[in-house]
């Protein structure tokens, strides 16, 4: 079995400033971790994949995302919001040895970039 | 371009009348799939397909019917749509093993009155 939590459904940010997106994750195997991005009136897509590799992911748009197995967490962040950040992010998992039908997907956080 | 084509995008309907979504890609993925999104549930996954001829329920498959004819064409079908179907429907494909990433198309937002 496997789960996602995102804690904070939303989260604002000024431009500038340090975005930090929470995500930790319950699973009995070793799992593979995703963070995908919606922008308004947009289907959802991939900025960044944890997939046993690297502990430390980099993804697009200058995110990237730790993977800490002793916490449990795959955590989001970006030195510094611009407004173009602003959007609904998602944490998901799947287990490694799995396929795409075992992805679960957390709640979502909104992100707000103030001005 | 890579891409997976879902329509209509808007769709207003009223109770029990038959309707469905259409889904294409692009990518000649093996994997296709329907998803749901209600504010503060995530995403739901309705339906999915590992391949032609082959579909199977997800997570809340109650009120949908779907087909995989072909291999780039994944329909969502509400035979008998219900206000509590409205919502957001997005379809995803993905290629068969590898780290498994989806690609999602831009969304059918669908109201039942």
């Known amino acids: 079995a496997q789960s996602v939590t995102q804690l904070g459904s939303h989260v604002s940010v000024s431009e500038g400033a340090l975005v930090l997106l929470r995500c930790n994750y319950s699973?009995?195997?070793?799992?593979?971790l995703f963070w995908y991005v919606q922008y308004p009136n947009q289907g959802l897509q991939l900025l960044l994949k944890?997939?046993?590799?690297?502990?430390l992911v980099k993804g697009i748009n200058g995110f990237e995302a730790e993977f800490k197995k002793s916490e449990t967490s795959f955590h989001l962040t970006k030195p510094s919001a611009h407004m173009s950040d602003a959007a609904e992010y998602f944490c998901?998992?799947?287990?490694?040895?799995?396929?795409?039908?075992?992805?679960?997907f957390g709640s979502g956080t909104q992100l707000t970039v103030l001005p | 371009e890579a891409q997976v084509t879902q329509n209509p995008r808007y769709l207003i309907t009223v109770t029990g009348k038959k309707l469905t979504v259409t889904c294409s890609q692009n990518?000649?993925?093996?994997?296709m799939s329907w998803y749901r999104q209600d504010p503060g549930l995530g995403l739901r996954q309705i339906y999915y397909?590992?391949?032609?001829?082959?579909?199977d329920k997800g997570d809340v498959p109650e009120g949908y019917k779907v087909s995989r004819k072909e291999k780039r064409n994944f329909p969502l079908i509400l035979e008998s749509p219900s206000p509590n179907q409205t919502s957001l429907y997005f379809c995803?494909?993905?290629?068969?093993?590898?780290?498994?990433?989806?690609?999602f198309g831009e969304g059918s937002r669908l109201t039942v009155l």
């Open positions: 990518m000649n993925h093996e994997y």
């Open positions: 998901a998992v799947r287990p490694s040895s799995g396929s795409a039908r075992q992805l679960t």
């Open positions: 699973s009995s195997v070793p799992p593979y």
């Open positions: 944890y997939t046993s590799a690297a502990t």
């Open positions: 397909s590992m391949n032609v001829e082959v579909t």
């Open positions: 995803a494909s993905s290629r068969q093993g590898g780290t498994g990433e989806l690609f």
